[in-house]
């Protein structure tokens, strides 16, 4: 969701329509974001994990992205604050680190000693809570390749655009290096 362009733009989630050159450029993203999930999803197991609230993402690309919607529609989504935010657990990092131990056993669950495949888990996010939680969650797992992408802050449409560019011609052969990954996309 390109959230920082989206309040650049004066966008909000209720109100008027807005102009095309916006919706073609919205449409883009939703184009390439389809992309990257269809490929993602052919890859292995897809989850969205998010620190906003329940509900807002699939608010969002129903007014944003609706091209993106069907996609969205197979992808489980969780909201790790929703989820998770207590007096116990006050931080967006917490969050994410409960949500990332609880789904990765959750997904790999009854794979114990008879697993004959390696865990491969990638976490891609332009928080960095997102970083710190699935190398904290999987440190200490066994037989487990952990690979973390680490996209740009606050990033425009068209920084968006060109990640999702890149992932989409890099995805398999990370999925496929056969080892652990700490990878930081940059602006050029």
Not at 5 to 30: C, H, I, N, R
Not at 61 to 71: A, K, N, S, T, Y
Not at 131 to 153: G, Q
Request: aromatic residues 6%; contains cysteine; charged residues 25%.
């Amino acid at each position: 969701m390109p959230s920082s362009w989206v309040m650049e733009e004066g966008l909000t989630l209720e109100g008027e329509d807005f102009p095309q050159e916006q919706k073609e450029k919205l449409s883009e993203l939703a184009r390439l974001s389809t992309q990257t999930l269809n490929l993602a999803m052919r890859l292995g197991t897809v989850l969205l994990v998010t620190n906003a609230e329940h509900g807002w993402v699939e608010l969002s690309c129903q007014r944003f992205l609706p091209d993106l919607l069907p996609v969205l529609s197979s992808v489980r989504i969780l909201s790790a604050r929703t989820q998770y935010e207590s007096p116990r657990v006050p931080t967006p990092f917490e969050w994410k680190l409960h949500a990332f131990h609880n789904e990765i056993g959750r997904v790999f669950q009854g794979s114990g000693t008879a697993r004959t495949r390696r865990r491969n888990i990638l976490s891609f996010g332009d928080s960095g809570h997102e970083r710190e939680a699935v190398i904290k969650a999987t440190v200490n797992m066994p037989d487990t390749r952990t690979k973390s992408l680490k996209f740009i802050d606050r990033p425009g449409i068209e920084e968006l655009r060109k990640q999702h560019s890149v992932i989409v011609k890099c995805l398999r052969q990370i999925v496929h290096h056969d080892g652990n990954l700490d990878l930081c996309l940059r602006v050029a």
